[in-house]
Nanobody, 115 residues
């Protein structure tokens, strides 16, 4: 069973930055697509950014040019650099690892953007 553990969330002022990290218990990001999802209160969970095993990335429109997803497969890590944060980015952020027939989730880390 693969475990994903997120870290790096917290409280930040609008315009600030945070870097989320996701540590996997196994060498999966060289094979699985790594992703970050978020869920705000009263809203559905949405995909924020994803990075394939080959390194291709995609982002939801609302975070393009502000967020950057990256990975270090040798360290079993996926990262989400978040810049120019807005109050609407406030949510619980979840790490995800996905293949064709299975996926794994982390427990989530809270990101709050507020002055």
């Amino acid at each position: 069973q693969v475990q994903l553990v997120e870290s790096g969330g917290g409280l930040v002022q609008p315009g600030g930055s945070l870097r989320l990290s996701c540590a996997a218990s196994g060498s999966i990001f060289s094979v699985y697509t790594g992703g970050w999802y978020r869920q705000a209160p009263g809203k559905q969970r949405e995909l924020v950014a994803a990075i394939t095993s080959g390194g291709n990335t995609n982002y939801v429109d609302s975070v393009k040019d502000r967020f950057t997803i990256s990975k270090d497969s040798a360290k079993n890590m996926v990262y989400l650099q978040m810049n120019s944060l807005k109050p609407e980015d406030t949510a619980v952020y979840y790490c995800n690892a996905r293949a064709s027939t299975r996926q794994y989730w982390g427990q989530g880390t809270q990101v709050t953007v507020s002055s």
